[in-house]
Nanobody, 117 residues
């Protein structure tokens, strides 16, 4: 089993920055994909960014140039640096780990990000 614990959400003004962290523990295989998804009220959960254990990244068009995903494999931790935040970035952000070995997705409990003046 895998556990994911997120931190770093909160309230920020438009144009501000936040950094999310997600620490994974449990039965983690070396090869995996970690990422962030978000869900705004009344909307479906959507991909924000992912990063493989080899460091390859993928971003949603809406966050390219503003968000940066990174990871520390030694700590099994993934980060999401969010800059130039907009009100439309307001959502619950969920950490995800995909294990190709197990064919399984694991989710964190979610952290609220609110962008408002």
């Amino acid at each position: 089993q895998v556990q994911l614990v997120e931190s770093g959400g909160g309230l920020v003004q438009p144009g501000g920055s936040l950094r999310l962290s997600c620490a994974a523990s449990g039965s983690i295989f070396r090869i995996n994909v970690m990422g962030w998804y978000r869900q705004a009220p009344g909307k479906e959960r959507e991909l924000v960014a992912t990063i493989t254990s080899g460091g390859s990244t993928n971003y949603a068009d809406s966050v390219k140039g503003r968000f940066t995903i990174s990871r520390d494999n030694a700590k099994n931790t993934v980060y999401l640096q969010m800059n130039s935040l907009k009100p439309e970035d307001t959502a619950v952000y969920y950490c995800n780990l995909y294990s190709p070995t197990l064919g399984a997705h694991y989710w964190g409990q979610g952290t609220q990000v609110t962008v408002s003046s």
